[in-house]
């Protein structure tokens, strides 16, 4: 059994032409790392909010999402806090808007272990203390509050407060986003360790290629709300065979390439993971919005591949030959072979 399993989940939004997910589908198996990679709007955030139902006001969503085998869209709102306290954790991007600035660490720590009821006082502030040891901070934390640490030591309490509950699956939306270069890759480097350590699956969200195909076992390509191409992260990062992937890899420095290839104008800086050294470029074009229906391929508009068919018809998702696991939606994925047209 999967510890994440989306089947066909499409989100409608109100006031929008379109569902702003459509069709996905999306597994984490036990102990496995699955990057969700795309631009920004492209519907990252609200898949993986769905795993803890945590909607839009509004939102109708259809399909299903099991984790551990349960479907979160149809639980009661008990078994949904249980779920979000013990079986699903999620670290956002911006540690501070997250924490309650008055209330002190131990306290923000232990408070869902409280609230559910099932974990004594003396024991939720000793997992407390233990899970602040498992990300690199001292017992001291437990008594400051979160003015007095850095965004960086704040980042590692979210991730000391997911782990709390015990959880099957993590989930982190952009977790770096907010910190600086040197603490960004010592975040990631350590949710990879907890993520060994633990054995939890994880689910990270990123606008960056090169960062998911460094950390994840597998990754999702999103676009305007569909997946456009999943594979093993290797196979993507070095064999794409979307356009979108092939344009979203074309913006991202090679670890492989010498820095000469890259041009003098290449982006410095060492990106969210600091191995893969930038910024994804801007593709040309804008992605659709969700005030228009889409008909065809969401990524003809902006694709060199485009022919007839594909502002037709919405290409389905096919696995590629000789790997089931690598999957692609698009009408001409025989001739994207490993980069953009020359
Ligand atoms: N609460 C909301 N109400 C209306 N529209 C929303 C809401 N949340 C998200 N959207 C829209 O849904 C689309 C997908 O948003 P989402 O946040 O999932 O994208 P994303 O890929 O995570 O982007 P980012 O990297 O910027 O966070 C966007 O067009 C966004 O404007």
Excluded: W
């Excluded at 002190?104 to 409280?114: A, H, K, N, V």
């Amino acid at each position: 059994m999967n510890t994440l399993d989306i089947q066909q989940l499409r989100l409608r939004l109100p006031g929008t032409a379109r569902p702003v997910l459509d069709g996905v589908d999306l597994t984490v198996a036990a102990e496995e790392t699955v990057a969700l990679v795309g631009e920004s709007g492209s519907g990252k955030t609200l898949t993986s909010r769905s795993v803890l139902r945590l909607l839009p006001k509004g939102a109708t969503a259809q399909g299903s999402v099991l984790v551990e085998g349960e479907d979160v869209l149809a639980m009661t709102p008990a078994r949904l806090r249980r779920l979000r306290t013990h079986t699903a954790a999620m670290i956002f991007q911006d540690p501070r808007a997250a924490i309650n600035p008055l209330r002190r660490i131990g306290d923000f720590l232990t408070e869902s272990l409280r609230l559910d009821g099932g974990t004594d006082a003396a024991d939720a502030d000793r997992r407390a203390g233990s899970m602040l040891e498992a990300v690199g901070l001292t017992g001291g934390v437990l008594r400051q509050y979160p003015d007095r640490l850095s965004g960086g030591m704040l980042q590692r309490v979210m991730i000391a407060a997911a782990l709390m509950g015990d959880p099957a699956l993590i989930l982190a939306d952009e977790p770096t986003t907010a910190l600086d270069v040197t603490t960004q890759a010592e975040v990631v480097a350590l949710l990879g360790d907890l993520q060994r350590r633990f054995g939890t699956g994880l689910l990270f969200v990123t606008h960056d290629l090169g960062l998911a195909a460094a950390i994840s076992d597998r990754v999702y390509v999103m676009y305007a709300g569909q997946i456009a191409e999943t594979g093993p992260a290797d196979t993507l990062f070095n064999r794409p065979r979307h356009p979108y992937t092939a344009a979203l890899l074309a913006s991202t420095p090679r670890l492989d390439a010498p820095r000469s290839d890259l041009g003098p104008d290449a982006p410095r800086g060492s990106g969210s993971g600091g191995r893969f050294a930038a910024r994804l470029a801007a593709i040309e074009g804008q992605p659709p919005s969700l005030r228009e229906a889409l008909a065809g391929c969401p990524f003809a508009p902006r694709c060199r591949y485009a022919t007839a068919v594909c502002t037709e018809e919405l290409p389905e998702q096919l696995p590629v030959a000789g790997d089931p696991v690598h999957r692609v939606a698009c009408h001409h994925s025989d001739q994207v072979a490993g980069g953009e047209p020359r």
